[in-house]
């Protein structure tokens, strides 16, 4: 097993995982046997930050799961939608993966779209954006993030993509645009900078 990276899916975490004065719904959801999402942050050995997710924005919780406990784990890369779906969501992933994959890069839907595809429970509704991941190990050019946001705004629905870097990810939408530093999320946190792909780099 590789370790966990933000936006996968774990399954395996028990109940008493949970503290004392986690939500009913949360204690449904590991009753249930469903995955939990990783989540960008410092832990201690042994242990990966994770969230749990019921139905709507509004049932989120953050938890720490021990990584004994993992007994699936899966990827965004390895979730791809149906041929065919009622959910603009969904039809929007069918309508850019061609596009994706042509990028030679690793790409796969996260939040609802992915959550959905890999526990066939429905969270998706018609007004859902579409959240992808874009592994990008190599910088990219903020004219080709310019030019990929073009293809992927013609979509079904929005299309909101994090280019993941060795320093943390960067919203796609925000680095095609033309501000000097962009909002980039890693594990110790969000900060300003100026490139992405630059490890070291600190806001001033």
Excluded at 15 to 21: K, R, T
Excluded at 98 to 116: D, K, M, R
Aim: aromatic share 4%.
């Amino acid at each position: 097993m590789i370790a966990p990276r933000p936006h996968d899916l774990l399954w395996g975490m028990p109940v008493s995982a949970l503290p004392a004065d986690a939500p009913q719904w949360a204690l449904d959801v590991l009753a249930g046997a469903q995955p939990v999402v990783v989540r960008r942050a410092i832990c201690d050995h042994g242990w990966v930050a994770v969230g749990l997710r019921g139905q709507g924005r509004t049932q989120r919780f953050a938890a720490l799961m021990r990584l004994v406990d993992i007994q699936r784990q899966q990827g965004p890369e390895a979730l791809r939608g149906p041929g065919q779906s009622p959910w603009p969501a969904l039809q929007a992933l069918a309508s850019v993966a061609p596009v994706l994959n042509a990028s030679g890069l690793a790409w796969g839907p996260t939040g609802g779209a992915g959550y959905q595809i890999a526990t066939g429970i429905e969270v998706l509704h018609t007004g859902s954006d579409l959240d992808l991941l874009l592994h990008t190990p190599q910088p990219l050019a903020r004219a080709q993030a310019r030019e990929l946001l073009d293809i992927l705004d013609c979509a079904p629905c929005r299309i909101d993509v994090q280019l993941e870097t060795p320093a943390g990810a960067v919203a796609l939408r925000e680095w095609a645009g033309f501000a000097r530093r962009v909002l980039l999320k890693s594990d110790h946190g969000p900060r300003l900078v100026g490139d992405p792909w630059a490890a070291q780099e600190r806001a001033a």
